[in-house]
C-alpha cells in the first residue's frame, strides 16, 4: 500500500491538533517530533547523493 505524504500530513496535524487540546502540555514535544520529522524525509533524499 503506497501513502501519498499528501495525505499523511493532515492526518499528522489533525492528531497533534487533538492531542493539544487534550493535554496541552504536550505542545512542546509534539512540535519537537514533527519538525524532526519533516527535517529528516527531507534530508533523506539528499544523503545517499553524491556530487563533485
Known sequence: ????????QPLVALLIGILI?????????L?????????LVGLFPHLFTTTI
Open 31 to 39: 512540535i519537537a517530533i514533527y519538525l524532526i520529522f519533516i527535517g
Open 21 to 29: 487540546l487534550i493535554v496541552p502540555r504536550l505542545l512542546n514535544y
Open 1 to 8: 500500500m503506497h501513502m501519498n505524504i499528501i495525505l499523511i
